[in-house]
């Protein structure tokens, strides 16, 4: 096994790094808007939009997203960007298939890994403003079994405080994983990998960003909410904010049309087609599919708190410091970073950010089908800060590089 599964698998967060992209809200009237699939003659590059952007502006993003898109051998990208008062960007690079050459098409299902921990967390913020959850109460008042279970509170797990060993940097979990990634595990599979290990740290002491945390406040959810976790989120927040295509995967299927993702988190250490690969080992953490115009809703839902109290979402923005992230920090299952607020993600094959910016109403999503580091970035994160530094030079996406 190459060296560092464990560190990728662990992260399905961020460049922080893991789990996972930046938005603009489109006016109302555009926000059930889907563009059509691209015809192939449109690769490499193809334009949806960038209706009102400055010309100038256009061709500086086009050179940017090509140049990283060839340094990080990423195969496809989508890119949006939405800037109210300056026009729209989305364009598409690449391929979705690299056998076939077939092109990316800005229609497409991607997995989008840590992103999915936005979504549980919605939930369980939404059970606090029902009076079901205490964000200051002990996990054991909810759940049995947890290690320090009285001592780690339902807040310092959300904001990855708790200290709890996360069960992906496991080396039986990961051999099972790599050597079977068809398999299915369970919450409470994933959950005994974790709890042979000894906490990493006394709870609220430090930050380490661990996917036991939020499997363990998805089984709160379904615990209290009295539903599975994915029909409470199609109840309660996908619904609600109307995102149509985005859901928790159960098995090795996507919907179509999907870009064929490429992983070199393997076995081997080689470079597979991760398409198929059973998400269920990421669950509340991490398992979730969507697609570009959804992603691009959801930013400004998420970043607004338009699905929960304002009392609630201002516990949510009680931003953490974060080891080497400067102008930002972790709060209840997102995070901010020089502005702007969201999260990103990162499956074997897939990568994503999403991202609001309050401050010019934007938005930015960005999709790829590899999660190959690059000198030891997520190379969605280049894309991110390449498309930042040029559209809005005053808030530069920038996440730290992985150690």
Known sequence: MRRTPARRLAAALLTLS????????????????????LAPAAHPAATVSTAGLDPALVARLDEAIERVRQETGTPGVIAGLWLPGRGE???????????TGEPMDPAMHFRIGSETKTFTITALLQLVDQGLVDLDAPISTYLEGVPCGDEITIRQMAEMRSGLYSYTFDPDFQYDLLSDPQR????????????????????????????????????????????????????????????D?????????????????????????????????????????????????????????????????????????????VPGLTDGGYGLGLFATHGWIGHDGSLPGYESVTMYLPEADATMVILLNTDVLHDGHEPS?????????????????????RP
């Open 18 to 37: 893991t789990l996972l992209p930046a938005t603009l809200a489109a006016p109302p009237a555009q926000a059930q808007h889907r563009p059509t699939a």
């Open 89 to 99: 960007y989305l364009k598409t690079f690449g391929v979705a298939d690299k056998r």
């Open 184 to 243: 299915s595990f369970t919450p409470q599979e994933l959950l005994g990998y974790a709890f042979k290990h000894d906490n990493v740290f006394p709870p609220g002491t430090q930050f380490q960003y661990s996917n036991t945390n939020t499997v363990l406040l998805g089984l709160v959810v379904e615990k209290l909410g009295n539903l599975p976790l994915q029909d409470f989120l199609l109840r309660n927040v996908t619904g609600p904010a109307g995102l």
């Open 245 to 321: 295509e985005t859901f928790l995967a159960h098995g090795t299927a996507l919907p179509s049309p999907y870009p064929h993702g490429y992983t070199n988190q393997t076995l081997s250490g080689e470079v597979e087609d991760s398409t198929h690969w059973n998400p269920s080992w990421a669950w509340a953490a991490g398992a979730m599919v969507s697609d570009l115009c959804d992603l691009r809703d959801w930013a400004k839902v998420l970043a607004t708190g338009e699905l929960l109290s304002p009392a609630t979402q201002r516990e949510r923005e009680k931003f953490v410091p």
């Open 381 to 401: 994160g280049l894309f991110a800060k390449a498309v930042t530094e040029i559209a809005t030079p005053d808030h530069v996406y920038t996440l730290p590089s």
